[in-house]
């Protein structure tokens, strides 16, 4: 519903609001990717940009007024036009190793905490197939994992899923199966 | 007695929903002749268009009316032009073109067919009502 607060208008946009346009357009621009083609995607944006250019209100009001910014791509949607949004994809997958990583990390460096404090030790232990290893002695304190393939191919795995999934890349198979007329 | 008023609520809820869910599937679709009449009675800008279907008692958010311009636009059936503004930046100014006229007048037919189907089916259930 559109924004019924009184119009302040702005003469020029800072640079703040230009920031702001942009990471708004950005998201739209992921979301158009998986309903329009890539023509139409440009064009739209490039129409979005010059229409908030020009628009009076502040941008905090004009972005509210547009809604979110996938709901606004649905609204760009051709008919029957559904395919993978690989940039999602990329971000989810981005979004999933360093989350692994930091899960990875915390979890040795439990490790290393625990046997600290029963010093001198050294503890081993598995994580999502990888052997991980703590140490803490008198000439100092470490962690250390092994090297082997599971070193390369869980995380591997790990962003494949994710990029698939965010990507929604079922959509690829559903249109190729889908008649063509 | 509780139950009874929670089921009534949910009841006059769900018809809400419904009934904002139809007028907006209604607002979408008379969309784009609104606004190729709008355009045609002087050229405006996208947020300028949100402010005078306003003033006509449509109320719509500029999300709802970018896209339909986008779509007439690709269709030809208006055109663009960048024009200066006394108070900001300049802004896109939308105008009918020919192919815009012709399907704003097949336009108002359809409605006009589909609101006489309307008047039929009511005035025949009003008839059927009083017998």
Known sequence: ?181 | MSLVLQHYSCSITTMTRIRSQQDAQLVRAVLPLLILTLIRERESYGYELVERLEALGVSVSTGLVYPVLNRLERDHLITARMGASNNGPPRKYFTLTTAGEDARTAAIHQWQGVSLAVQNASNSEGASDAE
Request: aromatic share 10%; glycine share 8%.
């Open chain 1, 1 to 181: 519903m559109p924004n019924k607060s009184p119009v302040e208008y702005v003469a020029r946009r800072s640079v703040t609001d230009r920031l702001r346009i942009d990471t708004y357009l950005m998201r739209v621009d992921w979301h158009l990717e998986g309903v329009t083609r890539s023509a139409e995607r440009k064009a739209a944006i490039r129409s979005l940009r010059e229409e908030l250019a020009g628009d009076p209100r502040h941008i905090r009001t004009a972005l509210r007024d547009l809604g979110p910014p996938n709901a606004l791509a649905a609204r760009y949607a051709e008919e029957g036009q559904r395919s993978p949004t690989w940039s999602i994809g990329i971000i989810t997958a981005g979004v999933a190793l360093l989350v692994y990583w930091i899960v990875f990390l915390s979890y040795t460096g439990g490790m290393l905490a625990a046997v600290d404090s029963i010093a001198p030790g050294e503890a081993h232990s598995t994580f999502l197939f990888i052997d991980v290893m703590a140490f803490s002695n008198a000439e100092g304190i470490g962690i250390g994992w092994t090297s082997g393939w599971a070193w390369l191919v869980v995380p591997a795995v790990i962003v494949t899923i994710a990029l698939l999934l965010g990507a929604r890349s079922w959509r690829r198979a559903r249109s190729a199966s889908q008649p063509q007329y």
